[in-house]
């Protein structure tokens, strides 16, 4: 069964940098393109960056410049560098695999910043 598993959420203060990974189960990077969601408390879940199978990679206005996201094809894993962080930032942030038709989500992993 494909799955994404991520990791690297916590606490952090304002102005600091979290590393998420999100690790996937079989060959789902051949496959499918890769993102980052989050989603904050009394909010929709919203598009943060995503990246391509081609390459090309996508960030919402309010992470640019801040936020990197990456993808190591050997590892199977996506990774999204959040620096500069802001109390706005503060959800819980959710991997996604997706492809025509098929939206493949991790469980999730919270980061909270502190002012």
């Known amino acids: 069964q494909e799955q994404l598993v991520g990791a690297g959420g916590g606490l952090v203060q304002a102005g600091g940098a979290l590393r998420l990974s999100c690790a996937a189960s079989?060959?789902?990077?051949?496959?499918?393109?890769m993102g980052w969601y989050r989603q904050a408390p009394g909010n929709q879940r919203e598009m943060v960056a995503t990246?391509?199978?081609?390459?090309?990679?996508n960030y919402a206005d309010s992470v640019k410049g801040r936020f990197t996201i990456s993808r190591d094809n050997t590892k199977n894993t996506v990774y999204l560098q959040m620096n500069g962080l802001k109390p706005d930032d503060t959800a819980v942030y959710y991997c996604?695999?997706?492809?025509?038709?098929?939206?493949?989500w991790g469980q999730g992993t919270l980061v909270t910043v502190s002012s």
């Open positions: 990246f391509t199978r081609g390459g090309q990679t």
């Open positions: 079989g060959n789902l990077f051949s496959r499918y393109d």
């Open positions: 996604i695999a997706r492809r025509i038709f098929i939206e493949i």
